[in-house]
């Protein structure tokens, strides 16, 4: 099991940036990479961004060229640059810590999310 807590979130303009970083305690030394997904009022949470153990990264089409996932998995860190925020990246984001095959395979071990409110 790993202990996950986000910060960083806030309230920002469109166009503007945050950074949410996330830390973890605890093993997990199985799982060979760390995400964060989103969920928005009504939605169902996405995906957002991936990074492995071996520093490759993946995004969700949304954020391409806009958001930068960074961190060590080892150390369960991970952080989230958002570059050119838009109102429809409002949402609750949660850390996650999983596995990285073809894709993401979330764990049961979230964070407690951290709110991003981008107004127009």
């Known amino acids: 099991q790993v202990q996950l807590a986000e910060s960083g979130g806030g309230l920002v303009q469109a166009g503007g940036s945050l950074r949410l970083s996330c830390a973890g305690s605890g093993s997990g030394s199985a799982m060979n990479a760390m995400a964060w997904y989103r969920q928005a009022p009504g939605k169902q949470r996405e995906l957002v961004a991936a990074?492995?153990?071996?520093?490759?990264?993946n995004y969700a089409d949304s954020v391409k060229g806009r958001f930068t996932i960074s961190g060590d998995t080892a150390k369960n860190t991970v952080s989230l640059q958002m570059n050119s925020l838009k109102p429809e990246d409002t949402a609750v984001y949660y850390c996650?810590?999983?596995?990285?095959?073809?894709?993401?395979?979330?764990?049961?071990?979230w964070g407690q999310g951290t709110q991003v409110t981008v107004s127009s």
């Open positions: 996650n810590k999983g596995w990285w095959s073809r894709y993401y395979r979330a764990s049961s071990n």
């Open positions: 990074l492995t153990n071996g520093g490759n990264t």
